[in-house]
């Protein structure tokens, strides 16, 4: 009886907490994003430079986060998708002469083609080939692009269109675009894993073979996954190399991409929607503060990736979890009610 | 008709003769790169365990050998005394204190871990050792060529490949002999009934990755003498390494090393083609025989 009491008021309490979650996030969201539209009127270049490049890494960090912590993909060369969506953007601007910001879902529809073509060579490939075959295919990307004269070689290309803005507009419009890319992708994930696909694609996770026994179609939500992955992390090198204003193969075709990605998850906690928002806090946190040691900095970021993986492998959101378990997208399925109750009574 | 002959006997637009100077330069290009990657299968074929760290290790291996030479101004090949049981050292403490807590988790553990130490260790060399590329002279061997029947082939390859094919059928003859070798394939089998009948894993695997990162000794100071080298150059070596590894199948030993034969003759024969294209061609064979075998040539059958 006892334990059906205490069973009883959990669940008020999760439900109390789940309806002040959905207050709160109704409330929060709009006002967070507002502030953060409005920025570039009174934030200086630099905080949006800063910007940028945490909402870029954000959603490349969510990308991998993706593969691997819900389609156990783990993608060594997820760059690839970097270098061939910042490409896809600069060649079809500078050949096109369109508006970078009008060709930039045009190079996220290109690197979304590509995640297609691509899924049929990588997905025959499993676990460590898997990971290696990324790895090989966005090296050899990188030796193709390197040696093809008119996507600039090794020199690269600069995105010809941009120079038509003032220094502020173009400042602006690449941090919106930033941003763009940094909420959407996180909503977009949300919504993805609140689906069918995203249930779909947790009991693969959980259990592939019980997964397939009760019908569930692994390899198209894998397939699914690929590309919307593949997109974000595309579109958000595409935005990154805006604000650059020139791409090389060397650097966009980059395993440092893929090493923040995987640094950020690991540090906010890998399989969760909140891991790489906190991660890319704590990395950025960290970056700011430390940068100015140099290799010592990456030495530390180095153990403590290492620390985390060892001590707390849920990284920095499972320890906020422990004291405050929280669901803060609504994504995690709860039990119903009843259910719960009878498990109480069996207890006791 | 001398016209007619000299375009029969041309191939990839080079002669006969310098055709078979770049394959057999290629398989003893492959044959180290197979011996880069015998310490990466070991650990995979043992363990399960994805090393992201493999290549800097290597690279380590290149500083100690460089520095061992410097400080005793002893021959590069004799700095092996030194830095073999120094890498053992290296590999056994990492088992101990870090990988031990990892190993047969999951897929990732092993894999983060492992990249964060190849973090550290590449921002390690480059304060201790500056971002300065480094190599060993050694020139006795390395400007020693010989020249058999219009083909010219150099003595530090001949070497390398040497060493490589010797420290394969040492591993073979130890993993099919030894006690050792029954533990390791006991410990590959089944983990968790290799302990139940007294095998004391956490002890074993530090001697495992000892073993293989003293295989990996060989390849660095071999590596230094052929290549110079510096602090960001491991990812490179890990990609060959793992591409020697992947080809072969995950825990075949003679997989790895054809798959490292394969790979160092399909990256001189690209060379051959156009000479910044070497290691696409290597890449580029790499992914076609893999969409052709996905589980690589030599996999071991499915449990």
């Not at chain 1, 894993?193 to 009760?214: F, I, P, Q, T, Y």
């Not at chain 2, 390395?142 to 003595?155: A, K, M, N, P, T």
Request: proline share 3%; hydrophobic share 55%.
């Amino acid at each position: 009886m006892i334990d059906r009491a205490v069973a009883t008021e959990g669940v008020t309490n999760a439900s109390a907490m789940h309806d002040a979650l959905k207050i709160s996030r109704l409330v929060l969201s709009p006002a967070i994003l507002a502030g953060l539209i409005m920025l570039p009127w009174f934030g200086d270049f630099g905080l949006q430079r800063l910007l940028v490049e945490a909402f870029t890494l954000f959603a490349i960090a969510l990308a991998w986060n993706l593969l691997a912590g819900y389609g156990g993909l783990v993608a060594i060369g997820l760059h690839f998708f970097v270098g061939v969506g910042s490409y896809a953007l600069f060649s079809i601007s500078n050949v096109l002469h369109l508006n970078p910001w009008v060709a930039l879902p045009l190079a996220t529809a290109c690197t979304a083609v590509t995640a297609l073509i691509s899924a049929w060579p990588m997905f025959r490939l499993s676990g460590a080939y898997f990971a290696v075959g990324t790895w090989v295919l966005a090296e050899i990307t990188r030796i193709a692009v390197l040696n093809t004269g008119w996507l600039g070689a090794g020199a690269g290309m600069p995105l010809e269109m941009i120079s038509s803005f003032d220094r502020w507009s173009r400042n602006a419009n690449v941090y919106w675009a930033a941003l763009a890319i940094g909420a959407g992708s996180l909503v977009l994930t949300v919504a993805m894993l609140r689906s069918r696909l995203g249930l779909a694609l947790k009991s693969v996770r959980d259990s592939e073979v019980a997964a397939l026994a009760s019908g569930v179609p692994a390899s198209r939500a894998k397939l699914a996954l690929w590309v919307i992955a593949g997109s974000i992390a595309g579109t958000a090198g595409a935005v990154s190399y805006m604000s650059t204003l020139q791409v090389t193969p060397d650097a966009s075709f980059s395993l440092s991409w893929t090493a923040s990605a995987i640094f950020i998850v690991v540090l906010g906690g890998i399989g969760t929607v909140e891991g790489p928002i906190v991660g890319t806090f704590v990395y950025f946190a960290l970056r700011e503060a430390f940068a100015g040691f140099g290799s010592w900095y990456f030495i530390g970021l180095g153990s403590l990736a290492v620390a985390m993986m060892i001590g707390a492998p849920g990284g920095a959101w499972s320890l906020v979890q422990r004291f405050y378990p929280i669901d803060l997208f609504g994504i995690r399925r709860r039990m119903p009610t009843v259910i719960v109750h009878h498990n109480a009574t069996g207890a006791s | 008709m001398p016209t007619g002959q000299a375009s029969h006997r041309l191939i990839l637009g080079c002669d006969m003769s310098t055709l078979i100077e770049t394959l057999i330069n290629g398989l003893l290009l492959g044959a180290l790169y197979a011996l880069f990657g015998l310490g990466l299968s070991i650990s995979l074929g043992v363990m399960r365990m994805i090393n992201i760290a493999h290549g800097d290790l290597i690279v380590v291996g290149a500083y100690i050998a460089s520095v061992v030479t410097q400080a005793a101004g002893v021959h590069a090949l004799t700095s092996l005394v030194i830095v073999v049981p120094v890498m053992f050292a290296i590999g056994w403490l990492l088992q101990r204190t870090l990988l031990n807590h990892v190993v047969g988790r999951n897929v990732f553990a092993p894999l983060l871990v492992t990249f964060g130490l190849s973090v550290v260790i590449q921002n390690l060399l480059q304060e201790m050792c500056t971002a300065d590329t480094r190599s060993i002279r050694a020139e006795n061997i390395s400007q020693i060529g010989f020249d058999i029947g219009g083909v010219s082939i150099g003595l530090l390859p001949l070497l390398s490949a040497g060493v490589s094919v010797g420290l394969f059928a040492l591993t073979h003859a130890i993993v099919g002999r030894t006690h050792y070798g029954r533990q390791s394939r006991a410990v590959a089998d089944d983990p968790s009934t290799a302990r139940l009948v007294g095998i004391d894993d956490k002890n074993f695997l530090a001697i495992v990755t000892g073993f293989a990162l003293a295989a990996t000794a060989f390849a660095a100071v071999l590596y230094a003498i052929r290549t110079p080298f510096s602090p960001t150059a491991g990812p490179e070596r890990l990609l060959y390494s793992f591409e020697a590894v992947v080809l072969g199948g995950l825990g075949n030993l003679w997989g790895t090393f054809l798959g490292g034969l394969i790979i160092g003759v399909a990256q001189l024969l690209g060379a051959r083609v156009s000479s910044g294209l070497g290691p696409f061609f290597g890449h580029l064979v790499f992914l076609v025989i893999l969409l052709a075998r996905p589980q690589g040539l030599f996999a071991r059958a499915a449990r």
